[in-house]
T-cell receptor
Framework: AQSVAQPEDQVNVAEGNPLTVKCTYS??????LFWYVQYPNRGLQFLLKYITGDNLVKGSYGFEAEFNKSQTSFHLKKPSALVSDSALYFC???????????FGKGTRLHILP | DAGVIQSPRHEVTEMGQEVTLRCKPI?????LFWYRQTMMRGLELLIY????????DSGMPEDRFSAKMPNASFSTLKIQPSEPRDSAVYFCASGTDTQYFGPGTRLTVL
C-alpha cells in the first residue's frame, strides 16, 4: 500500500533563508511524487511533480524538490523564502498504474518577516 | 480553461436536509475525485471516477453519501440526510497523472 509521511506539522523560517519541507514515501512500484500548496480558503494548487528523469525537479514560484530513491524522500526546497510562501504544503504519492494519489497530512510553513 | 468549477462555494443548511454539491471537471480529464477536508481528519478521498465510472468509493463515510457522474463534464456529491459532523470543505479534483483541484465548497450543517 502507498503511504506518505510529512514528519513536521509546522516549519518556521526567516524571510530570505532557505527552506526545506520534508516528505518520505512508501510505494510498491515506481512512484509518482507531487507537492501541492494550499493558501487560506483556497483549493490545493499543484507545485511540481516527479515521474522519471532528473532527480531535481523545478516547479512554480521558485520551489524545487529532490527525489532520493535510497532514502525514499522527496523534500521540497526553496533557496530564499518569501513571506508570501506561508501556506499549507502537501506531499503526495501515486503508484504507477494507480489513479489514486495519497496525500500527507500537510506541513504548515510560516515565513517570518 | 477555467479550471475545475465547484458550486456552491458556501452552503449552510440544517441537520436533516439534503445537500448537493456540484463539480465541473477540466475538459479532457478522464478522472474525477471527491475529497473532504477537516481540521481533525485532514484531506480524505471519498470517491473517484474514471471515464464516468465509479472506481473506488471506499472513502465514502456512510450510506448518507452518494456521488454520480452522469457525463464527462458534471458530477454531484449528495448528502442525505445531512448531519453536523458533515461540516467540512469538500473538494473536487480532476486529472490524469496530476490532479487539479477546484476551489472547494464549504459546508456548514447546523
Amino acid at each position: 500500500a502507498q503511504s506518505v509521511a510529512q514528519p513536521e506539522d509546522q516549519v518556521n523560517v526567516a524571510e530570505g533563508n532557505p527552506l526545506t519541507v520534508k516528505c518520505t514515501y512508501s510505494v510498491s512500484g515506481n512512484p509518482y511524487l507531487f507537492w501541492y500548496v494550499q493558501y487560506p480558503n483556497r483549493g490545493l494548487q499543484f507545485l511540481l511533480k516527479y515521474i522519471t528523469g532528473d532527480n531535481l525537479v523545478k516547479g512554480s514560484y521558485g520551489f524545487e524538490a529532490e527525489f532520493n530513491k535510497s532514502q525514499t524522500s522527496f523534500h521540497l526546497k526553496k533557496p530564499s523564502a518569501l513571506v508570501s510562501d506561508s501556506a499549507l504544503y502537501f506531499c503526495a504519492v501515486r503508484d504507477m498504474g494507480d489513479d489514486k494519489i495519497i496525500f500527507g497530512k500537510g506541513t504548515r510553513l510560516h515565513i517570518l518577516p | 480553461d477555467a479550471g475545475v468549477i465547484q458550486s456552491p462555494r458556501h452552503e449552510v443548511t440544517e441537520m436533516g436536509q439534503e445537500v448537493t454539491l456540484r463539480c465541473k471537471p477540466i475538459s479532457g480529464h478522464n478522472s474525477l475525485f471527491w475529497y473532504r477536508q477537516t481540521m481533525m481528519r485532514g484531506l480524505e478521498l471519498l470517491i473517484y471516477f474514471n471515464n464516468n465510472v465509479p472506481i473506488d468509493d471506499s472513502g465514502m463515510p456512510e450510506d448518507r453519501f452518494s456521488a454520480k457522474m452522469p457525463n464527462a463534464s458534471f458530477s454531484t456529491l449528495k448528502i442525505q440526510p445531512s448531519e453536523p459532523r458533515d461540516s467540512a470543505v469538500y473538494f473536487c479534483a480532476s486529472g490524469t497523472d496530476t490532479q487539479y483541484f477546484g476551489p472547494g465548497t464549504r459546508l456548514t450543517v447546523l
